[in-house]
């Protein structure tokens, strides 16, 4: 079995350094095995949470394409970076509104329980974006998400990868290597019991 993975960046900025890890993510992932989906948030813009939007409106499009890729995926990557000590509005923005999705086309639909994912956080300073990725760990547990626990943290972003955007640091690429592992065997693993 080869699982499907999810990866996608917590900000769209350009040259953001939680896209540059999402970047070493994916690409580790493929080679040890993995078929990634990689994605970027800036094509699923949702409005700012709101349920009396959501009462006028209903929940957008976007909110259920994601529901959908996620409900597809045996596991996903979230590559945070960490604004102000906390999670980037980009990302909880997101996480509330998917997580208002419960039925597609009549039929149900619950993205987040018992679902696999990995946290990478990264900043430019010396604390690596850990604040975020313990917040968002909060966040993903409460909605019922597996988190599992290698996680990579990359610090002082602008001096962390190379040209090519590869990680300097051997410890963060051997890092990723332990993570995407991790991932790929609980991923595998539940996919025999699901199967048995």
Same mark, same amino acid.
């Given at each position: 079995?080869?699982?499907?993975?999810?990866?996608?960046?917590?900000?769209?900025?350009?040259?953001?350094?939680?896209?540059?890890?999402?970047?070493?993510?994916?690409?580790?992932?493929?080679?040890?095995?993995?078929?990634?989906?990689?994605?970027?948030?800036?094509?699923?813009?949702?409005?700012?949470?709101?349920?009396?939007?959501?009462?006028?409106? $209903?929940?957008?499009?976007?909110?259920?394409?994601?529901?959908?890729?996620?409900?597809?995926?045996?596991?996903?990557?979230?590559?945070?970076?960490?604004?102000?000590?906390?999670?980037?509005?980009?990302?909880?923005?997101?996480?509330?509104?998917?997580?208002?999705?419960?039925?597609?086309?009549?039929?149900?639909?619950?993205?987040?329980?018992?679902?696999?994912?990995?946290?990478?956080?990264?900043?430019?300073?010396?604390?690596?974006?850990?604040?975020?990725?313990?917040?968002?760990?909060?966040?993903?547990?409460?909605?019922?998400?597996?988190?599992?626990?290698?996680?990579?943290?990359?610090?002082?972003?602008?001096?962390?990868?190379?040209?090519?955007?590869?990680?300097?640091?051997?410890?963060?690429?051997? $890092?990723?290597?332990?993570?995407?592992?991790?991932?790929?065997?609980?991923?595998?693993?539940?996919?025999?019991?699901?199967?048995?």
């Amino acid at each position: 079995m080869v699982p499907k993975i999810l990866v996608f960046a917590g900000s769209i900025r350009s040259g953001a350094y939680s896209g540059k890890v999402a970047d070493n993510a994916q690409k580790e992932l493929a080679e040890q095995g993995a078929e990634v989906t990689r994605i970027s948030l800036a094509d699923y813009t949702l409005p700012l949470m709101d349920e009396d939007l959501e009462d006028e409106k $209903g929940i957008p499009e976007n909110a259920f394409g994601l529901a959908r890729l996620i409900a597809a995926h045996d596991a996903v990557v979230i590559c945070t970076p960490e604004y102000n000590g906390s999670i980037p509005p980009l990302v909880k923005n997101t996480i509330d509104w998917v997580s208002r999705v419960k039925k597609d086309r009549g039929k149900p639909l619950h993205p987040f329980p018992e679902k696999l994912v990995a946290i990478c956080s990264s900043s430019d300073g010396h604390f690596a974006g850990i604040r975020s990725a313990n917040h968002l760990r909060a966040v993903l547990s409460h909605i019922g998400m597996e988190v599992i626990s290698p996680q990579v943290s990359v610090p002082h972003g602008g001096e962390a990868f190379e040209e090519d955007g590869t990680f300097r640091e051997e410890r963060l690429r051997k $890092g990723m290597t332990r993570l995407c592992r991790t991932l790929i065997e609980h991923a595998t693993l539940l996919a025999r019991r699901s199967e048995a």
